[in-house]
């Protein structure tokens, strides 16, 4: 490191042990989720290979945070059915949602 004059060596510094203080954000991530259910739902109407990446992405991110809910942050989160009880009732709004668009879509191009 002596031909680079940007970095210094520290010698005398003490290596800390690392504290993990992120708490995994399962509300974050389920609106994450529904978020892109959402658009991958709207944008199947003109590109039929959506929902096949979306279902890739899902099928990818579930046994990721599986993993993380087990194994990684698994005492950080009780949520006692709070979220299930909101993802549902949106999700069914997503479906509805997608349905009024598509026929509005489909009926544009009957005319």
Known sequence: HEDCPYIEVDSQRKQETFID??????GYHMSYGLTTFAIAMLFSI?????PIFAMFF????YY???YNLCFVYNTEFHGCGMIKRR?????????????????????????
């Not at 003109?46 to 959506?50: C, G």
């Not at 899902?58 to 991110?61: G, L, P, R, Y």
């Not at 709004?93 to 489909?106: A, D, E, H, S």
Request: glycine share 2%; charged share 15%.
């Open 21 to 26: 203080t992120y708490a995994f954000d399962l």
């Open 58 to 61: 899902f099928c990818f991110k």
């Open 46 to 50: 003109l590109v039929p290979y959506v």
């Open 87 to 111: 993802v549902v009732p949106l999700s069914i709004f997503n479906i509805i949602v997608y349905q009024t668009i598509n026929v509005g879509f489909f009926a544009s191009k009957a005319d």
């Open 64 to 66: 990721v945070d599986k």
